[in-house]
C-alpha cells in the first residue's frame, strides 16, 4: 500500500503564492507517476499537474499551465506543487495521486492512490 499526505493548504490573497507538498510512505513511489487534482465545491475533481517516474516529465492542465511547476524528491518520497499567480478560480480542496503506470494520466479513475486532500482558498 501506498499512504499519501498532503500538507501546505491554507489562505492566500490573488496573484499569491503557495507550494503543496505531498509526503509519501508504505510502499515507495519511486518508480509511480504522481500527480495533483483538484475538486472545488459543486464541481468534478480535476486534473492539475503530473510528473513521470521514468524520465521526469511534466504535464499540465491548460488552467494552471505556466503558473503551476510540480517536481519531485525521490529521496524524500515528496512531490511538490509550486503554485504562482494565484487567482479565485483556483481555490479548491487539493489531492495528492499516485499510480503504477507509465504514463500520466489524467481521468481520476486511472489513479489508484490518493491523500486526503488539503484546502487552499485564493481571495480576491
Known amino acids: 500500500q501506498v499512504q499519501l499526505a498532503e500538507s501546505g493548504g491554507g489562505w492566500v490573497q490573488a496573484g499569491g503564492s503557495r507550494r503543496l507538498s505531498c509526503a509519501a510512505s508504505?510502499?515507495?513511489?519511486?518508480?509511480?507517476?504522481m500527480g495533483w487534482f483538484r475538486q472545488a465545491p459543486g464541481k468534478e475533481r480535476e486534473f492539475v499537474a503530473g510528473i513521470n517516474w521514468s524520465d521526469g516529465a511534466t504535464n499540465y492542465a491548460h488552467s494552471v499551465k505556466g503558473r503551476f511547476t510540480i517536481s519531485r524528491d525521490n529521496a524524500k518520497n515528496t512531490v511538490y506543487l509550486q503554485m504562482d499567480s494565484l487567482n479565485p478560480e483556483d481555490t479548491a480542496v487539493y489531492y495528492c495521486t499516485a499510480t503504477n503506470r507509465i504514463s500520466i494520466p489524467t481521468m481520476p479513475s486511472q489513479y489508484a492512490y490518493w491523500g486526503q486532500g488539503t484546502q487552499v482558498t485564493v481571495s480576491s
Open positions: 508504505g510502499r515507495t513511489p519511486s518508480r509511480y507517476t
